[in-house]
């Protein structure tokens, strides 16, 4: 990717306040500067390409350098979202104190730096950011040898000594445990979920080693509980423990509730632990269990506009899913107009992922209710609107539901011109799904009439179905929508919805 084309991603994933915030601080001097002409252009249109960008910048600033423009506005974005982040997040508060204190001591204020340096270290205590804590104990035992250790006793240098090894034991136990999360999560998502005894087997070698490692550490450490509750809730859903697992996922959510102090501001982590919590529940289709982290996101609170939009959505969709799933289409399309207000109507202020996200689950909603035009609308706010939405993952998948929308329209031309539009993409090195292929090759014909023997037609495409369903990368995508019900829904002549009723009975 070129710096231009990140210049433009960074500028289009700008949340409302970081732009206020990056608008005030830029925006001092009556004459606009060569930044901010940049920036109004790509602001007013997201979509332009890397070469006219440029163009449109150097026919309203002639003789100016482009290049040199968009780098400092790159610079000046991250600083402003920098600043923002100092005042929400411990984390970076901690090392932009750090940084000051390095420049108090190259000035000689040395008590002022050493002053600092302490205050990091009892707020890295507090919010157990041992890398904080390590950096800054390091730095003070330079600092205090480079002037001759004053007025510092033996005893003192040794509790110092003691207190920055004790950040690095942490340090090492955290990444320990972390490791064998990442192997575990690793083999899931390339091997996918045990299918046999022996494929289980396989992964006792990490439960062992995470026993053990558990059974030697300090589980007073907020980071280390975590990890080991992740752990073992992604283990136990592996091998097919559900209920273990979600018992694990409840003492995960207690151990963030208990430990409020540590969350960032917005409480971002938290939300990932919940969105994985909530969508580990619905790939095992334990939808009654949802509810109740459902509710935690509702209770969460900030004062950031923006986050709460975000919190409003993700909790819309998990409420949509066990509705979606299972073909109830009429109740997905009553919970809808219960979010028209507090959320549909501020649809553009949605960061690009969760605009994304509704606008393809909304659309999905208006398909199964055979309102096609509709289901088409809320796709086209994706592909006509002013912001890019073509760098996301879930942008293939959005072009797959299009087809089938475009297919049910008749507009037969228009998927011809986009399966190949999308095999053009799809060529070279980036993977392909099965899924993908065989809807090109379904949708590139018309809608064919019922066949005289369906069973045997059926028969050869379940074998095909049957292969894809097991694949752990095709249920990557299956996940988001069961694009086969939709075509075994064609293929008989029913009801979408009752075919996804009968595909969606819990797993026991």
């Known amino acids: 990717m070129t710096q231009i084309q990140s210049l433009i991603l960074l500028v289009n994933s700008m949340t409302l306040a970081e732009k206020r915030t990056f608008r005030v601080q830029s925006c001092q001097t009556k004459n606009k500067p060569n930044y901010i002409v940049l920036y109004d252009i790509i602001e007013k249109n997201s979509t332009l390409p890397s070469d006219e960008l440029r163009n449109r910048f150097l026919g309203e600033l002639p003789g100016t350098s482009f290049e040199t423009s968009a780098k400092y506005l790159f610079d000046l974005i991250l600083h402003t979202m920098l600043e923002l982040r100092q005042q929400q997040d411990s984390f970076y508060d901690l090392f932009n104190k750090i940084l000051k204190a390095r420049i108090l001591y190259e000035k000689s204020l040395f008590g002022e730096c050493f002053d600092l340096l302490n205050n990091v270290r009892l707020q890295a205590e507090k919010y157990e950011n041992y890398y904080a804590m390590l950096l800054a104990s390091r730095m003070e035992l330079e600092y205090l040898l480079a002037l001759g250790f004053p007025n510092l006793s033996e005893k003192e240098l040794l509790q110092k000594q003691f207190k920055l090894n004790e950040s690095l034991k942490y340090i090492r136990k955290i990444n320990e ?13 390339y091997k996918g979920y045990p299918r046999s005894q022996q494929q289980k087997n396989e992964l006792n070698d990490l439960v062992f080693s995470e026993l053990s490692m558990i059974a030697s550490q300090n589980l007073e450490n907020f980071e ?48 990932n632990v919940l969105e994985g919590v909530l969508e580990s529940l619905r790939s095992i289709r334990n939808y009654n269990e949802m509810s109740y982290f459902v509710d935690q996101l509702k209770k969460m609170e900030s004062t950031s506009v923006d986050f709460r939009l975000n919190l409003s959505c993700l909790a819309f969709q998990y409420e949509l899913f066990p509705f979606l799933d299972n073909g109830d289409f009429t109740a997905c399309l009553e919970l809808m ?13 949605l960061d690009r992922v969760r605009q994304t996200e509704l606008c393809l689950y909304t659309s999905l909603v ?18 006509l609107g002013v ?43 980036i993977k392909g799904y099965k899924i993908e292929r065989f809807l090109f090759r379904f949708l590139s014909q018309s809608p064919p009439e019922r066949p005289l023997n369906p069973n045997k037609q059926w028969d050869k495409i379940k074998v095909v179905f049957d292969e894809i369903r097991a694949d752990v990368f095709e249920q990557q995508i299956l996940r988001i929508f069961d694009f086969t019900a939709w075509v075994e829904s064609e293929l008989w002549k029913v009801p979408l919805a009752e075919v996804l009723r009968d595909k969606t009975k819990p797993l026991e």
Do not use: C
């Not at 273990?244 to 971002?268: C, D, G, M, Q």
């Not at 507009?411 to 539009?421: A, H, N």
């Open 337 to 349: 107009n219960k979010y028209k207000n507090p959320l549909y109507d501020k649809i553009s202020n």
């Open 366 to 383: 208006y398909l199964g209710l055979s309102d096609f035009h509709k289901a088409r609308k809320f796709l086209n706010q994706i592909f």
């Open 177 to 189: 445990q972390s490791s064998l999360f990442e192997i575990l999560k690793h083999r899931i998502v």
């Open 224 to 271: 280390i509980r975590k990890l080991h509750q992740l752990f073992q809730s992604n283990y136990l859903i592996s091998v097919g423990d559900y209920n273990s697992a979600l018992r694990s996922y409840y003492e995960l959510n207690t151990l963030f509730e208990a430990n409020k102090h540590l969350w960032s501001s917005p409480p971002v982590h938290y939300l």
């Open 387 to 429: 912001k890019n939405f073509s760098f996301l993952p879930l942008y293939r998948t959005i072009r797959l539901v299009n087809l089938i929308i475009l297919y049910k329209l008749g507009d037969f031309d228009v998927i011809t011109y986009e399966i190949r539009s999308m095999k053009r993409d799809l060529s070279g090195t």
